[in-house]
C-alpha cells in the first residue's frame, strides 16, 4: 500500500498571501496524485488531477506540480473562501486507492 | 446536473449489518466506476471500496469479507452492504463517481454510520 504524508499538518496563512502544500508517497506514483479541498460539513471537492490539472471550474490561482514521489499544491494568492483541509490521493496503485491525511489551511 | 444522494445511515450495534444506498442521477450512471469513501469523526478520507462498469469490486483489506458493493444500473443505484460492523467503522460514508483518469469528480453528501453498543 501506497502511504501519502502531507506537510505541514496545518498551515497559518493570511489572505492574499501565498500558500505552499506538500504531498511525499512512499513509492513512486508517476503523475497519478489529486488534490481535494473539504470545508467544514461538505463533501471534498476535487481540484488538481494527474498532478497538474486543474478540475473544470477550479480557479487559475491552484496550481499542481510534482511526479514520482513529491507534489506540491500552490495557492498563488489566497481567498477568503480558501481556507479549509486539502487531501492528496494517488491512483498509481490500487488497491487500495490512498490519501494523505491532510492539511488544514487556517486563517492567520 | 450531477447529483449523488446517500441513505442509510444510523446506529448500529457492533456485530450488526446495515445497507447504504446512493442514488445516483444527472449523467448514464452505468458508463462509470463507482466508489464508496469514508471519514471517521475529525479524521481523514479512507477509499472502501468501488465498482466497475461490468460489476468487478474491490476493496480495502479491512472491509474484505464484510462489506460488500453492488450496482444496480437500471435504478442508477450504487449499494454497499456492510455486515459484522465494528466500532471502527463509524463514519460518514460518501458515494463518489470515478472519472477515468481524474480521480472522485462527484461526491455525495454523506450518511453516518455509528457502530456503538
Known amino acids: 500500500e501506497i502511504v501519502l504524508t502531507q506537510s505541514p499538518a496545518t498551515l497559518s496563512l493570511s489572505p492574499g498571501e501565498r500558500a505552499t502544500l506538500s504531498c511525499r508517497a512512499s513509492q513512486s506514483v508517476g503523475s497519478y496524485l489529486a488534490w481535494y479541498q473539504q470545508k467544514p460539513g461538505q463533501a471534498p471537492g476535487l481540484l488538481i488531477y494527474d498532478a497538474s490539472n486543474r478540475a473544470t471550474g477550479i480557479p487559475a490561482r491552484f496550481s499542481g506540480s510534482g511526479s514520482g514521489t513529491d507534489f506540491t499544491l500552490t495557492i498563488s494568492s489566497l481567498e477568503p473562501e480558501d481556507f479549509a483541509v486539502y487531501y492528496c490521493q494517488q491512483r498509481a496503485n490500487w488497491p487500495p486507492y490512498t490519501f494523505g491525511q491532510g492539511t488544514k489551511l487556517e486563517i492567520k | 446536473e450531477v447529483q449523488l444522494v446517500e441513505s442509510g445511515g444510523g446506529l448500529v450495534q457492533p456485530g450488526g449489518s446495515l445497507r447504504l444506498s446512493c442514488a445516483a442521477s444527472?449523467?448514464?450512471?452505468?458508463?462509470?466506476?463507482m466508489s464508496w469513501v469514508r471519514q471517521a469523526p475529525g479524521r481523514g478520507l479512507e477509499w472502501v471500496a468501488n465498482?466497475?462498469?461490468?460489476?468487478?469490486?474491490f476493496y480495502v483489506d479491512s472491509v474484505k469479507g464484510r462489506f460488500t458493493i453492488s450496482r444496480d444500473n437500471a435504478k442508477n443505484s450504487l449499494f454497499l452492504q456492510m455486515n459484522s460492523l465494528r466500532v471502527e467503522d463509524t463514519a460518514v460514508y460518501y458515494c463518489?463517481?470515478?472519472?477515468?483518469?481524474?480521480?472522485?469528480?462527484?461526491w455525495g453528501q454523506g450518511t453516518l454510520v455509528t457502530v456503538s453498543s
Open positions: 465498482i466497475n462498469q461490468d460489476g468487478n469490486e
Open positions: 463518489a463517481r470515478e472519472y477515468t483518469g481524474w480521480g472522485f469528480d462527484y
Open positions: 444527472g449523467f448514464t450512471f452505468s458508463t462509470y466506476w
